[in-house]
């Protein structure tokens, strides 16, 4: 069946650091990529998407990009802020109108 | 914007009580979804509504029942609450055009049940 694998947390980094969140995904067909972000104490909130193979979503400083050679969809961002310290789950559309999650990675950026 | 409104915030039960969790979306969207998320295991999906009318059983649904009760208000009732049921409860919401794009979620219920 379709399921998503995400690297286990915490990670932790100083500002300015370079982030990677590493996502693996098993499919059958061509599903939608995701990531989503869960602040303290908030529902979670679409990051970025890639609809097919090669395309890169980015958001925020944020880019991932499709690659279904290795079906991953790996999360990087250039220079890390506090403000970024949040709950990061990668996910893949599941079949009609389900959306299937990782067990989410926890990022606690320090000053 | 609203967007996707869930009540309660916050609930303790005790065990074999019963509770309903409404949710609200004011985005005109077809498809709703509840979910559940627990340490290290991300969100499962409970139950789900494609469209006003159909309920579908997700990932997780023993335990649970569900009423799309219109196209706005989808709710999550717990029949008769175990310990096992704690965890915090997400409502989310989709435009539904036969692939999911993105979805909109509500801030949650933590819900324990002892």
């Known amino acids: 069946g379709n399921s998503v694998t995400q690297m286990e947390g915490p990670v932790t980094l100083s500002e300015e650091a370079f982030l990677t969140i590493n996502c693996t995904y098993t499919?059958?067909?061509?599903?939608?990529l995701f990531w989503y972000v869960q602040y303290p104490g908030e529902g979670l909130q679409l990051l970025l998407k890639?609809?097919?193979?090669?395309d890169k979503g980015s958001n925020k400083g944020f880019e991932a990009t499709y690659r279904k050679e290795t079906t991953s969809f790996h999360l990087e961002k250039g220079s890390v802020q506090v403000s970024d310290s949040a709950v990061y789950f990668c996910a893949l559309s599941g079949g009609y109108n389900k959306l299937i999650f990782g067990a989410g990675t926890r990022l606690a950026v320090h000053p | 914007n609203a967007g996707v409104t869930q009540t309660p915030k916050f609930q303790v039960l005790k065990t074999g009580q019963s509770m309903t969790l409404q949710c609200a979306q004011d985005?005109?969207?077809?498809?709703m979804y509840w979910y559940r998320q627990d340490p290290g295991m991300g969100l499962r999906l409970i139950y789900y509504s494609a469209s006003e009318g159909t309920t579908d059983k997700g990932e997780v649904p023993n335990g649970y029942n569900v009423s799309r009760l219109n196209k706005r208000e989808f709710s999550l009732r717990l029949e008769s609450a175990a310990p096992s049921q704690t965890s915090v409860y997400f409502c989310?919401?989709?435009?539904?055009?036969?692939?999911?794009?993105?979805?909109?979620f509500g801030q949650g219920t933590r819900l324990t049940v002892v």
């Open positions: 989310a919401s989709s435009r539904g055009a036969g692939d999911i794009l993105e979805a909109f």
């Open positions: 985005m005109n969207h077809n498809s």
């Open positions: 890639a609809t097919k193979a090669d």
């Open positions: 499919a059958t067909g061509y599903p939608s």
